[in-house]
């Protein structure tokens, strides 16, 4: 293969021994903690049913309530065999 341009790595060497230090202030913490908690990442309510039934009129598409569909639980079995034995007969 033909080489048109080198590509030269980094000295990670000589890098890693010219550090640049970097001072940032936290920002302060609320004396309340919960309020550092989004909830509103995990809420389970009812708050989005107007606007996803108003997509349903924007889209053109008609707004059926859900069905149940009937689960089948139809699992093939082995044929049976009957557990018999032949008698014993002692002589």
Not at 21 to 45: A, G, K, M, Y
Not at 58 to 74: A, D, Q, V, W
């Amino acid at each position: 293969p033909e080489i048109n341009e080198y590509h030269y790595a980094p000295q990670t060497a000589s890098i890693a021994e010219q550090l640049k230090p970097c001072l940032q202030e936290p920002e302060p913490l609320p004396r309340d903690f919960t309020q550092l908690f989004d909830d509103s990442l995990f809420r389970f309510d009812t708050s989005l049913i107007p606007s996803a039934i108003k997509l349903y009129q924007e889209m053109g598409i008609k707004h059926e309530p859900l069905s149940l569909i009937p689960p089948s639980f139809e699992t093939p079995l082995p044929p049976l065999q009957p557990a018999v034995f032949p008698p014993i007969y002692r002589d």
